[in-house]
Protein backbone atom coordinates (compact mmCIF):
# COMPACT_ATOMS: atom_id res chain seq x y z
CA UNK A 1 0.00 0.00 0.00
CA UNK A 2 1.51 3.61 -0.51
CA UNK A 3 1.47 5.72 1.98
CA UNK A 4 1.79 9.57 2.31
CA UNK A 5 2.62 11.57 4.90
CA UNK A 6 1.96 15.40 5.22
CA UNK A 7 3.48 17.54 7.56
CA UNK A 8 3.16 18.67 9.84
CA UNK A 9 -0.85 18.09 10.83
CA UNK A 10 -2.12 21.22 12.24
CA UNK A 11 -0.47 24.52 11.36
CA UNK A 12 -1.84 28.01 13.13
CA UNK A 13 -0.20 31.39 12.25
CA UNK A 14 -0.72 35.40 11.80
CA UNK A 15 -2.33 36.60 8.62
CA UNK A 16 0.96 37.82 6.52
CA UNK A 17 3.14 34.71 7.09
CA UNK A 18 4.81 32.76 5.32
CA UNK A 19 4.19 29.25 5.55
CA UNK A 20 5.29 25.47 3.68
CA UNK A 21 3.43 22.49 4.00
CA UNK A 22 4.54 18.75 2.50
CA UNK A 23 3.95 15.68 1.79
CA UNK A 24 6.25 12.59 1.12
CA UNK A 25 6.48 8.85 0.23
CA UNK A 26 9.05 6.71 -0.24
CA UNK A 27 6.97 5.30 -3.65
CA UNK A 28 7.42 6.90 -7.21
CA UNK A 29 4.34 8.85 -8.72
CA UNK A 30 3.13 9.62 -12.01
CA UNK A 31 1.64 12.78 -10.62
CA UNK A 32 0.39 14.83 -7.67
CA UNK A 33 -2.19 16.86 -7.04
CA UNK A 34 -3.07 19.14 -4.28
CA UNK A 35 -7.06 19.85 -2.75
CA UNK A 36 -8.39 22.71 -0.47
CA UNK A 37 -11.51 21.27 1.65
CA UNK A 38 -12.98 24.05 3.71
CA UNK A 39 -15.43 22.48 6.89
CA UNK A 40 -18.85 20.95 5.19
CA UNK A 41 -17.79 20.90 2.21
CA UNK A 42 -15.47 18.58 -0.47
CA UNK A 43 -11.82 19.16 -1.45
CA UNK A 44 -11.15 21.68 -4.37
CA UNK A 45 -8.80 21.03 -6.88
CA UNK A 46 -5.42 23.46 -6.53
CA UNK A 47 -3.35 21.93 -8.96
CA UNK A 48 -1.92 18.82 -10.44
CA UNK A 49 1.61 18.37 -11.29
CA UNK A 50 3.39 15.59 -13.24
CA UNK A 51 7.18 16.10 -13.90
CA UNK A 52 9.76 15.77 -11.40
CA UNK A 53 11.15 18.96 -10.44
CA UNK A 54 7.52 20.92 -11.92
CA UNK A 55 7.03 24.07 -10.19
CA UNK A 56 3.52 26.16 -10.66
CA UNK A 57 2.02 29.01 -9.00
CA UNK A 58 -1.07 29.65 -8.10
CA UNK A 59 -1.38 33.71 -7.02
CA UNK A 60 0.38 33.50 -3.46
CA UNK A 61 0.67 29.61 -3.32
CA UNK A 62 3.82 27.72 -4.83
CA UNK A 63 3.74 24.20 -5.89
CA UNK A 64 6.91 22.21 -6.13
CA UNK A 65 6.78 18.34 -7.44
CA UNK A 66 10.03 16.98 -5.73
CA UNK A 67 13.01 15.48 -8.73
CA UNK A 68 12.72 11.93 -7.82
CA UNK A 69 8.63 12.27 -8.35
CA UNK A 70 8.20 11.23 -4.54
CA UNK A 71 7.49 14.32 -2.47
CA UNK A 72 6.18 17.63 -2.73
CA UNK A 73 5.67 20.97 -1.17
CA UNK A 74 3.08 23.27 -0.99
CA UNK A 75 4.39 27.28 0.12
CA UNK A 76 1.58 29.54 0.77
CA UNK A 77 3.30 34.12 0.94
CA UNK A 78 1.87 36.39 2.88
CA UNK A 79 -0.92 33.64 4.65
CA UNK A 80 -4.11 35.74 4.73
CA UNK A 81 -8.00 34.17 6.59
CA UNK A 82 -9.29 32.98 3.55
CA UNK A 83 -6.55 30.40 3.15
CA UNK A 84 -7.67 28.45 6.26
CA UNK A 85 -8.58 24.83 5.32
CA UNK A 86 -7.42 21.58 4.80
CA UNK A 87 -4.90 21.27 2.48
CA UNK A 88 -4.72 17.39 0.69
CA UNK A 89 -2.00 16.08 -1.37
CA UNK A 90 -3.00 13.04 -3.51
CA UNK A 91 -0.69 10.95 -5.67
CA UNK A 92 -1.68 8.13 -8.74
CA UNK A 93 1.42 5.71 -8.47
CA UNK A 94 2.45 4.52 -11.69
CA UNK A 95 0.92 2.13 -13.42
CA UNK A 96 -2.24 2.85 -11.39
CA UNK A 97 -5.47 5.05 -12.13
CA UNK A 98 -6.50 6.02 -8.95
CA UNK A 99 -5.21 8.44 -6.50
CA UNK A 100 -4.42 7.59 -2.78
CA UNK A 101 -4.84 10.87 -0.20
CA UNK A 102 -2.40 11.96 2.38
CA UNK A 103 -4.09 12.65 5.67
CA UNK A 104 -4.35 16.10 5.55
CA UNK A 105 -2.76 19.71 6.39
CA UNK A 106 -5.02 21.74 9.06
CA UNK A 107 -4.40 25.02 8.69
CA UNK A 108 -5.77 28.39 10.39
CA UNK A 109 -4.91 31.80 9.58
CA UNK A 110 -5.48 34.45 12.54
CA UNK A 111 -6.54 37.72 11.51
CA UNK B 1 -23.31 24.44 -13.15
CA UNK B 2 -24.58 21.91 -10.53
CA UNK B 3 -21.16 19.95 -10.41
CA UNK B 4 -21.58 16.95 -8.12
CA UNK B 5 -24.59 16.52 -6.19
CA UNK B 6 -24.75 13.98 -3.16
CA UNK B 7 -28.17 13.51 -0.97
CA UNK B 8 -28.96 13.39 1.55
CA UNK B 9 -26.52 15.50 3.19
CA UNK B 10 -26.79 13.92 6.81
CA UNK B 11 -28.11 10.74 7.95
CA UNK B 12 -28.62 8.71 10.94
CA UNK B 13 -28.87 4.79 10.69
CA UNK B 14 -29.65 2.54 13.09
CA UNK B 15 -27.40 -0.91 13.11
CA UNK B 16 -28.23 -3.40 10.68
CA UNK B 17 -30.21 -0.70 8.52
CA UNK B 18 -29.75 -0.26 4.78
CA UNK B 19 -29.74 2.82 2.68
CA UNK B 20 -28.50 3.94 -1.01
CA UNK B 21 -26.13 7.39 -1.21
CA UNK B 22 -26.96 8.75 -4.26
CA UNK B 23 -24.38 10.93 -6.64
CA UNK B 24 -24.69 12.42 -9.71
CA UNK B 25 -22.84 14.74 -12.01
CA UNK B 26 -23.68 17.06 -14.96
CA UNK B 27 -19.98 17.60 -16.49
CA UNK B 28 -20.30 14.62 -18.36
CA UNK B 29 -17.14 13.15 -16.90
CA UNK B 30 -16.45 9.12 -17.62
CA UNK B 31 -15.23 8.20 -14.25
CA UNK B 32 -16.68 8.38 -10.81
CA UNK B 33 -15.38 7.69 -7.28
CA UNK B 34 -16.75 6.95 -4.35
CA UNK B 35 -14.82 7.96 -0.57
CA UNK B 36 -15.25 7.99 2.88
CA UNK B 37 -13.17 10.68 5.27
CA UNK B 38 -12.79 10.33 8.58
CA UNK B 39 -10.53 12.15 10.98
CA UNK B 40 -6.78 11.20 11.08
CA UNK B 41 -7.49 8.86 8.27
CA UNK B 42 -8.01 11.08 4.94
CA UNK B 43 -9.94 10.43 2.10
CA UNK B 44 -9.89 5.85 1.55
CA UNK B 45 -11.68 4.95 -2.20
CA UNK B 46 -14.41 2.68 -1.13
CA UNK B 47 -15.38 2.09 -5.29
CA UNK B 48 -14.66 3.90 -8.48
CA UNK B 49 -16.18 3.39 -12.50
CA UNK B 50 -13.62 4.12 -14.84
CA UNK B 51 -16.41 4.47 -17.40
CA UNK B 52 -19.70 3.59 -17.99
CA UNK B 53 -21.23 0.11 -17.08
CA UNK B 54 -17.56 -0.88 -15.56
CA UNK B 55 -16.84 -1.04 -11.51
CA UNK B 56 -13.99 -1.66 -9.60
CA UNK B 57 -12.97 -1.95 -5.59
CA UNK B 58 -11.05 0.65 -4.04
CA UNK B 59 -9.02 0.61 -0.66
CA UNK B 60 -11.92 -0.05 2.00
CA UNK B 61 -14.87 -2.32 0.24
CA UNK B 62 -15.79 -4.54 2.69
CA UNK B 63 -19.70 -3.93 3.14
CA UNK B 64 -20.79 -1.63 0.52
CA UNK B 65 -21.68 -2.25 -3.23
CA UNK B 66 -22.07 0.28 -5.91
CA UNK B 67 -23.74 0.90 -8.93
CA UNK B 68 -23.31 2.82 -12.07
CA UNK B 69 -26.73 3.62 -13.34
CA UNK B 70 -25.95 5.48 -16.53
CA UNK B 71 -22.98 8.07 -17.41
CA UNK B 72 -24.50 10.66 -14.81
CA UNK B 73 -25.75 8.47 -11.48
CA UNK B 74 -23.37 6.26 -9.31
CA UNK B 75 -25.25 5.46 -6.21
CA UNK B 76 -23.03 3.73 -3.04
CA UNK B 77 -25.36 0.97 -1.29
CA UNK B 78 -24.89 -0.30 2.45
CA UNK B 79 -26.56 -3.38 2.75
CA UNK B 80 -26.44 -4.08 6.74
CA UNK B 81 -25.37 -0.47 8.76
CA UNK B 82 -22.06 -1.35 11.07
CA UNK B 83 -21.03 1.33 13.46
CA UNK B 84 -17.58 1.29 11.83
CA UNK B 85 -19.25 3.05 8.78
CA UNK B 86 -20.08 5.92 10.78
CA UNK B 87 -17.84 8.79 8.27
CA UNK B 88 -18.60 11.07 5.51
CA UNK B 89 -18.57 10.33 2.77
CA UNK B 90 -17.82 12.03 -0.79
CA UNK B 91 -18.89 11.19 -4.49
CA UNK B 92 -16.34 12.70 -7.17
CA UNK B 93 -15.77 12.78 -11.03
CA UNK B 94 -13.29 13.08 -13.45
CA UNK B 95 -12.89 13.57 -16.99
CA UNK B 96 -10.82 10.43 -17.71
CA UNK B 97 -8.67 8.04 -15.22
CA UNK B 98 -5.18 9.37 -16.65
CA UNK B 99 -3.02 11.47 -14.59
CA UNK B 100 -3.61 15.09 -15.86
CA UNK B 101 -7.35 14.54 -14.97
CA UNK B 102 -8.68 16.21 -11.49
CA UNK B 103 -11.47 15.22 -9.07
CA UNK B 104 -14.49 17.63 -8.77
CA UNK B 105 -16.39 16.39 -5.60
CA UNK B 106 -19.34 16.83 -4.38
CA UNK B 107 -20.65 18.44 -0.53
CA UNK B 108 -20.40 14.86 1.27
CA UNK B 109 -22.76 12.84 3.47
CA UNK B 110 -22.78 12.61 6.71
CA UNK B 111 -23.37 9.26 8.12
CA UNK B 112 -23.94 8.25 11.38
CA UNK B 113 -24.68 4.42 12.40
CA UNK B 114 -25.91 3.85 15.76
Known amino acids: TQLLEQSPQFLSIQEGENLTVYCNSSSVFSSLQWYRQEPGEGPVLLVT?????EVKKLKRLTFQFGDARKDSSLHITAAQPGDTGLYLCAAMGSGTYKYIFGTGTRLKVLA | NAGVTQTPKFQVLKTGQSMTLQCAQDMNHNSMYWYRQDPGMGLRLIYY???????DKGEVPNGYNVSRLNKREFSLRLESAAPSQTSVYFCASSSSTGRNYGYTFGSGTRLTVV
Open chain 1, 49 to 53: VVTGG
Open chain 2, 49 to 55: SASEGTT
